[in-house]
């Protein structure tokens, strides 16, 4: 594919979207590299640094190649801007005539049949007045709308609880037996995708389906003939999730209002089968109060620890193996009662498998604890070897993109937790020019992050680097209790000194409109946890300044990783240095990346846990960072801002 370099070339078709010659340069570099593993079928890990245009980078050698391509983004946002700007853009750049296709999820489409069946007289007697509202603007969407897709709703929250009751899941599905099967949306999406060049999904679909074959992807794989996945650094999280299995409460509970509502419509003589639901429901509510607290992660040797968590969980068992035969008995009545028995089968075989002590070797049993609800989950120690066997399956090229891959260059971590055995790696450094754009600094006196008085240390710290940014910063949390903290006793202290700085805070709002109101609120500040660390593009002096609490390296309390580490140091080795210190890196790399958005940007990174410097492993983790000048003294930072005249 040697015309390639005609198209990033400064007087090339793509020319007026790539700001200049070295991003040029890399975009051209990583364009070959992803043409010659589409061309020979093989595997890709690319690092591609903020501004290196990676984007670009692989849709032209992907629509140029000919043939079936799926692209997997991180979010589902991520996925609409490809699908209505990126993608179409390219496309008529290289005038090439490929169809394009987005597929999303079930959840995401309105259901005929559910919302029909929601608006039926027993649906509505479960919905309360301000969800009525919103059901009748999606009665109205639904009728206009060509795809279903409820992004396309602006006026309908995306949190609603009615989308639970007008859209799909697996195990609600009626499939073909459903009476409205031939104006599905999710089959016309589906199908869209079936017959189209490029396909775009997410990577929850993507894996969902790898292990469920239920979404569409498993019908577009035979075909295909190149997978991309951007933002890749988030897969190992995302296959773990679907490599395993979970069953929580609010399946049950959504199961038990599912069958209340069939049992009324199809089988009010059959006075039995409300008295099991309502059995099976209060165990299932008992269940959920075995564990106290919200919001915890706890593996199975200490679930087993509260008394009336295996007898309750004993019980529920029992109550919903009498529902599941009494709905037998009941199914050939109708689609619906059919589709409730088939889920009570499937959640009961799930909950005694969780139950049992198959594959304990092999996978981490342990407990999600929410506040409405326990969700019971078998995660694989490892994805690498269930993935490699996929990569395998049949001939194709596999492209694993993002801009952070890799502890200074070494791909190994990465490469060893997906089972990229045979991958080639490459790394392209970003574009701008960090040592001039921007200033690490690490503030001097702060305390070991595991004392009392650390957090109050931060704040301090962080105010006269937020009185010369004059705000306009981010200010990333590792936890939310820290968030909160952080929150609290800034809002103290500007008031205190007279700061006007606005304070907005995770939660207050969704994403996405705080995101807004960050843009237009001159000198504000935003305080957020992992929410706020990756897929947030905020350009120019709005943002000028980042702060981070400590260094991202994920509780050692939690049970996957508990488990994961212990395997590694039985082997032998040093899970410290191979698995958790690669993994704070990326994630350390991901919230670095929110302040330098382009070459005009300028700002100071403020890293506050003093590890970075007094631990030997400290070197390794700033190295690993965009180049930038590094400072310890406050003075120099309000130079940075004043020079440069950002506030």
């Known amino acids: 594919m040697s015309s390639l370099d005609s198209f990033f070339s400064a007087d090339g078709i793509l020319s007026r979207y790539i700001p200049g010659y070295r991003a040029r340069s890399q975009q051209l570099e990583m ?7 589409i061309a020979i079928n093989s595997v890709l890990v690319a690092e591609a640094g903020t501004g290196t245009g990676k984007t670009f980078a692989y849709l032209v050698p992907a629509l140029l190649a000919g043939g079936k391509v799926i692209l997997s983004t991180g979010t589902k946002t991520l996925q ?27 959840a995401n489409y309105i259901c005929h049949y559910h919302l029909n069946k929601t608006l039926s ?5 479960f919905i309360s007045r301000e969800e009525i509202k919103f059901l009748k603007l999606i009665e109205n969407y639904a009728r206009r709308s060509k795809t279903g897709d409820k992004s396309g709703l602006h006026n309908v929250p995306e949190n609603a609880v009615i989308w639970q009751q007008v859209t799909s899941t697996r195990e609600n599905c009626l499939g073909s037996d459903c009476p409205d099967y031939k104006q599905c949306f999710v089959m016309e999406a589906r199908k869209k995708a079936l017959s189209s060049d490029i396909v775009i999904v997410n990577h929850h679909l993507f894996f969902a389906d790898f292990m469920l074959r239920d979404e569409g992807v498993s019908e577009l794989l035979p075909a295909c003939n190149t997978v991309i996945f951007d933002e890749a650094h988030q897969l190992p999280e995302t296959a773990s999730l679907f490599f395993g299995e979970s069953i929580s409460t609010s ?12 049992a009324m419509q199809q089988a009010r003589d059959f006075i039995a089968l409300p008295e099991a639901i309502a059995s099976m429901e209060k165990a299932t509510r008992d269940f959920r109060l075995t564990i106290p607290g919200e ?52 959640l009961l075989a799930r909950l005694k498998q969780w139950n049992s002590h198959d594959g304990e070797d092999a996978f981490i049993r342990w407990v999600e604890v929410f506040s409405q ?29 993002s801009a952070t891959l890799s502890v200074k260059n070494d791909f190994s971590h990465y490469c060893l937790e997906m089972g990229l055995d045979a991958a080639k790696s490459v790394s392209w450094d970003s574009p701008f020019d960090f040592s001039e754009q921007s200033l690490l600094y690490v503030p001097t006196g702060l305390p070991e992050p595991n004392t009392r008085e650390y957090t109050e240390a931060v704040v301090n ?38 700061l006007d700085y606005p304070l907005l805070l995770q939660g207050q709002r969704s994403r996405s409109d705080m995101l807004e109101q960050f843009r237009k609120t001159d000198h504000a500040v935003l305080i957020g946890s992992q929410s706020f660390w990756e897929g947030v593009d905020v350009k120019g002096d709005a943002l000028s300044l980042v702060i981070i609490d400590k260094l991202p390296f994920a509780s050692p309390d939690d049970p996957v990783l508990s488990a994961r580490i212990d395997k590694i140091n039985k082997e032998g080795r040093n899970a410290f240095m191979e698995y958790q210190i690669p993994r704070a890196v990326i994630n350390l790399k991901q919230g670095a990346g929110r302040l330098i958005r382009d070459e005009k940007d300028r700002g100071v990174l403020m890293i506050c846990d003093p590890r970075i410097i007094t ?16 400072t310890r003294r406050l003075v120099e930072v309000e130079e940075f801002f004043l020079k440069n005249q950002v506030g």
């Open 373 to 401: 609800a326990l969700q019971l989950n078998a995660t694989p120690l490892s994805v690498a070897e269930i993935f490699n066997k996929q990569l395998n399956a049949s001939p194709r090229a596999w492209v694993f993109t």
């Open 31 to 37: 364009a070959q590299a992803i043409a010659e593993t």
């Open 615 to 630: 631990k030997s492993y400290g070197r390794r983790i700033w190295q690993s960072l965009p180049p930038m000048k590094r």
């Open 80 to 106: 609409d801007q490809l699908f209505n700007r990126d993608v179409p853009t390219i496309r008529a750049a290289l005038q090439v005539p490929v169809t394009i296709a987005l597929l999303k999820g079930r």
């Open 295 to 346: 919001h915890t992660r706890l593996p199975l040797s200490l679930v087993k620890k509260y008394p009336d968590f295996d007898p309750t969980l004993s019980i529920l068992l029992d109550k919903l193996s009498t529902l599941t035969e009494m709905l037998e008995s009941q199914a050939e009545r109708a689609e619906g009662l059919e589709n409730c028995w088939q889920r009570a089968k499937q």
């Open 461 to 498: 710290a962080a105010l006269p680097v937020l009185r010369a940014s004059q705000g306009r910063a981010f200010f990333l949390c590792t936890s939310l209790r820290a968030m909160q903290q952080i929150y609290e006793l800034l809002l103290a202290a500007f008031k205190k000194k007279q």
């Open 121 to 125: 007289d027993d649906g509505i007697s």
């Open 251 to 262: 399946q049950l509970l959504e199961l038990a209002r599912d069958t209340t509502i069939e």
